[in-house]
């Protein structure tokens, strides 16, 4: 199975979509190291949990993206 996005280059929202595309993988892991390692890093419990509750919300669902 193949999945292509295309992306009109010429098009200055279709340019910042690309770049946030680009970046969800990096957005993802920070997202997710502050949820499960954030307390090893000195994140307060407090911001952990707001952070997890805005994953939640939001249908991010890190077990679907690191399996």
Known sequence: MKA????DLDEPTDQERL?????AD???HV???LTEL???NDVSPEVIKEVSKWC????????????
């Open 4 to 7: 292509v996005l295309e992306f």
């Open 31 to 33: 997202l997710h190291s």
């Open 56 to 67: 939640h919300d939001n249908n991010i669902n890190f077990e679907e993206i690191y399996t």
């Open 19 to 23: 770049r946030r595309y680009m970046k």
């Open 26 to 28: 990096d957005m993802a």
């Open 38 to 40: 954030g307390e090893e």
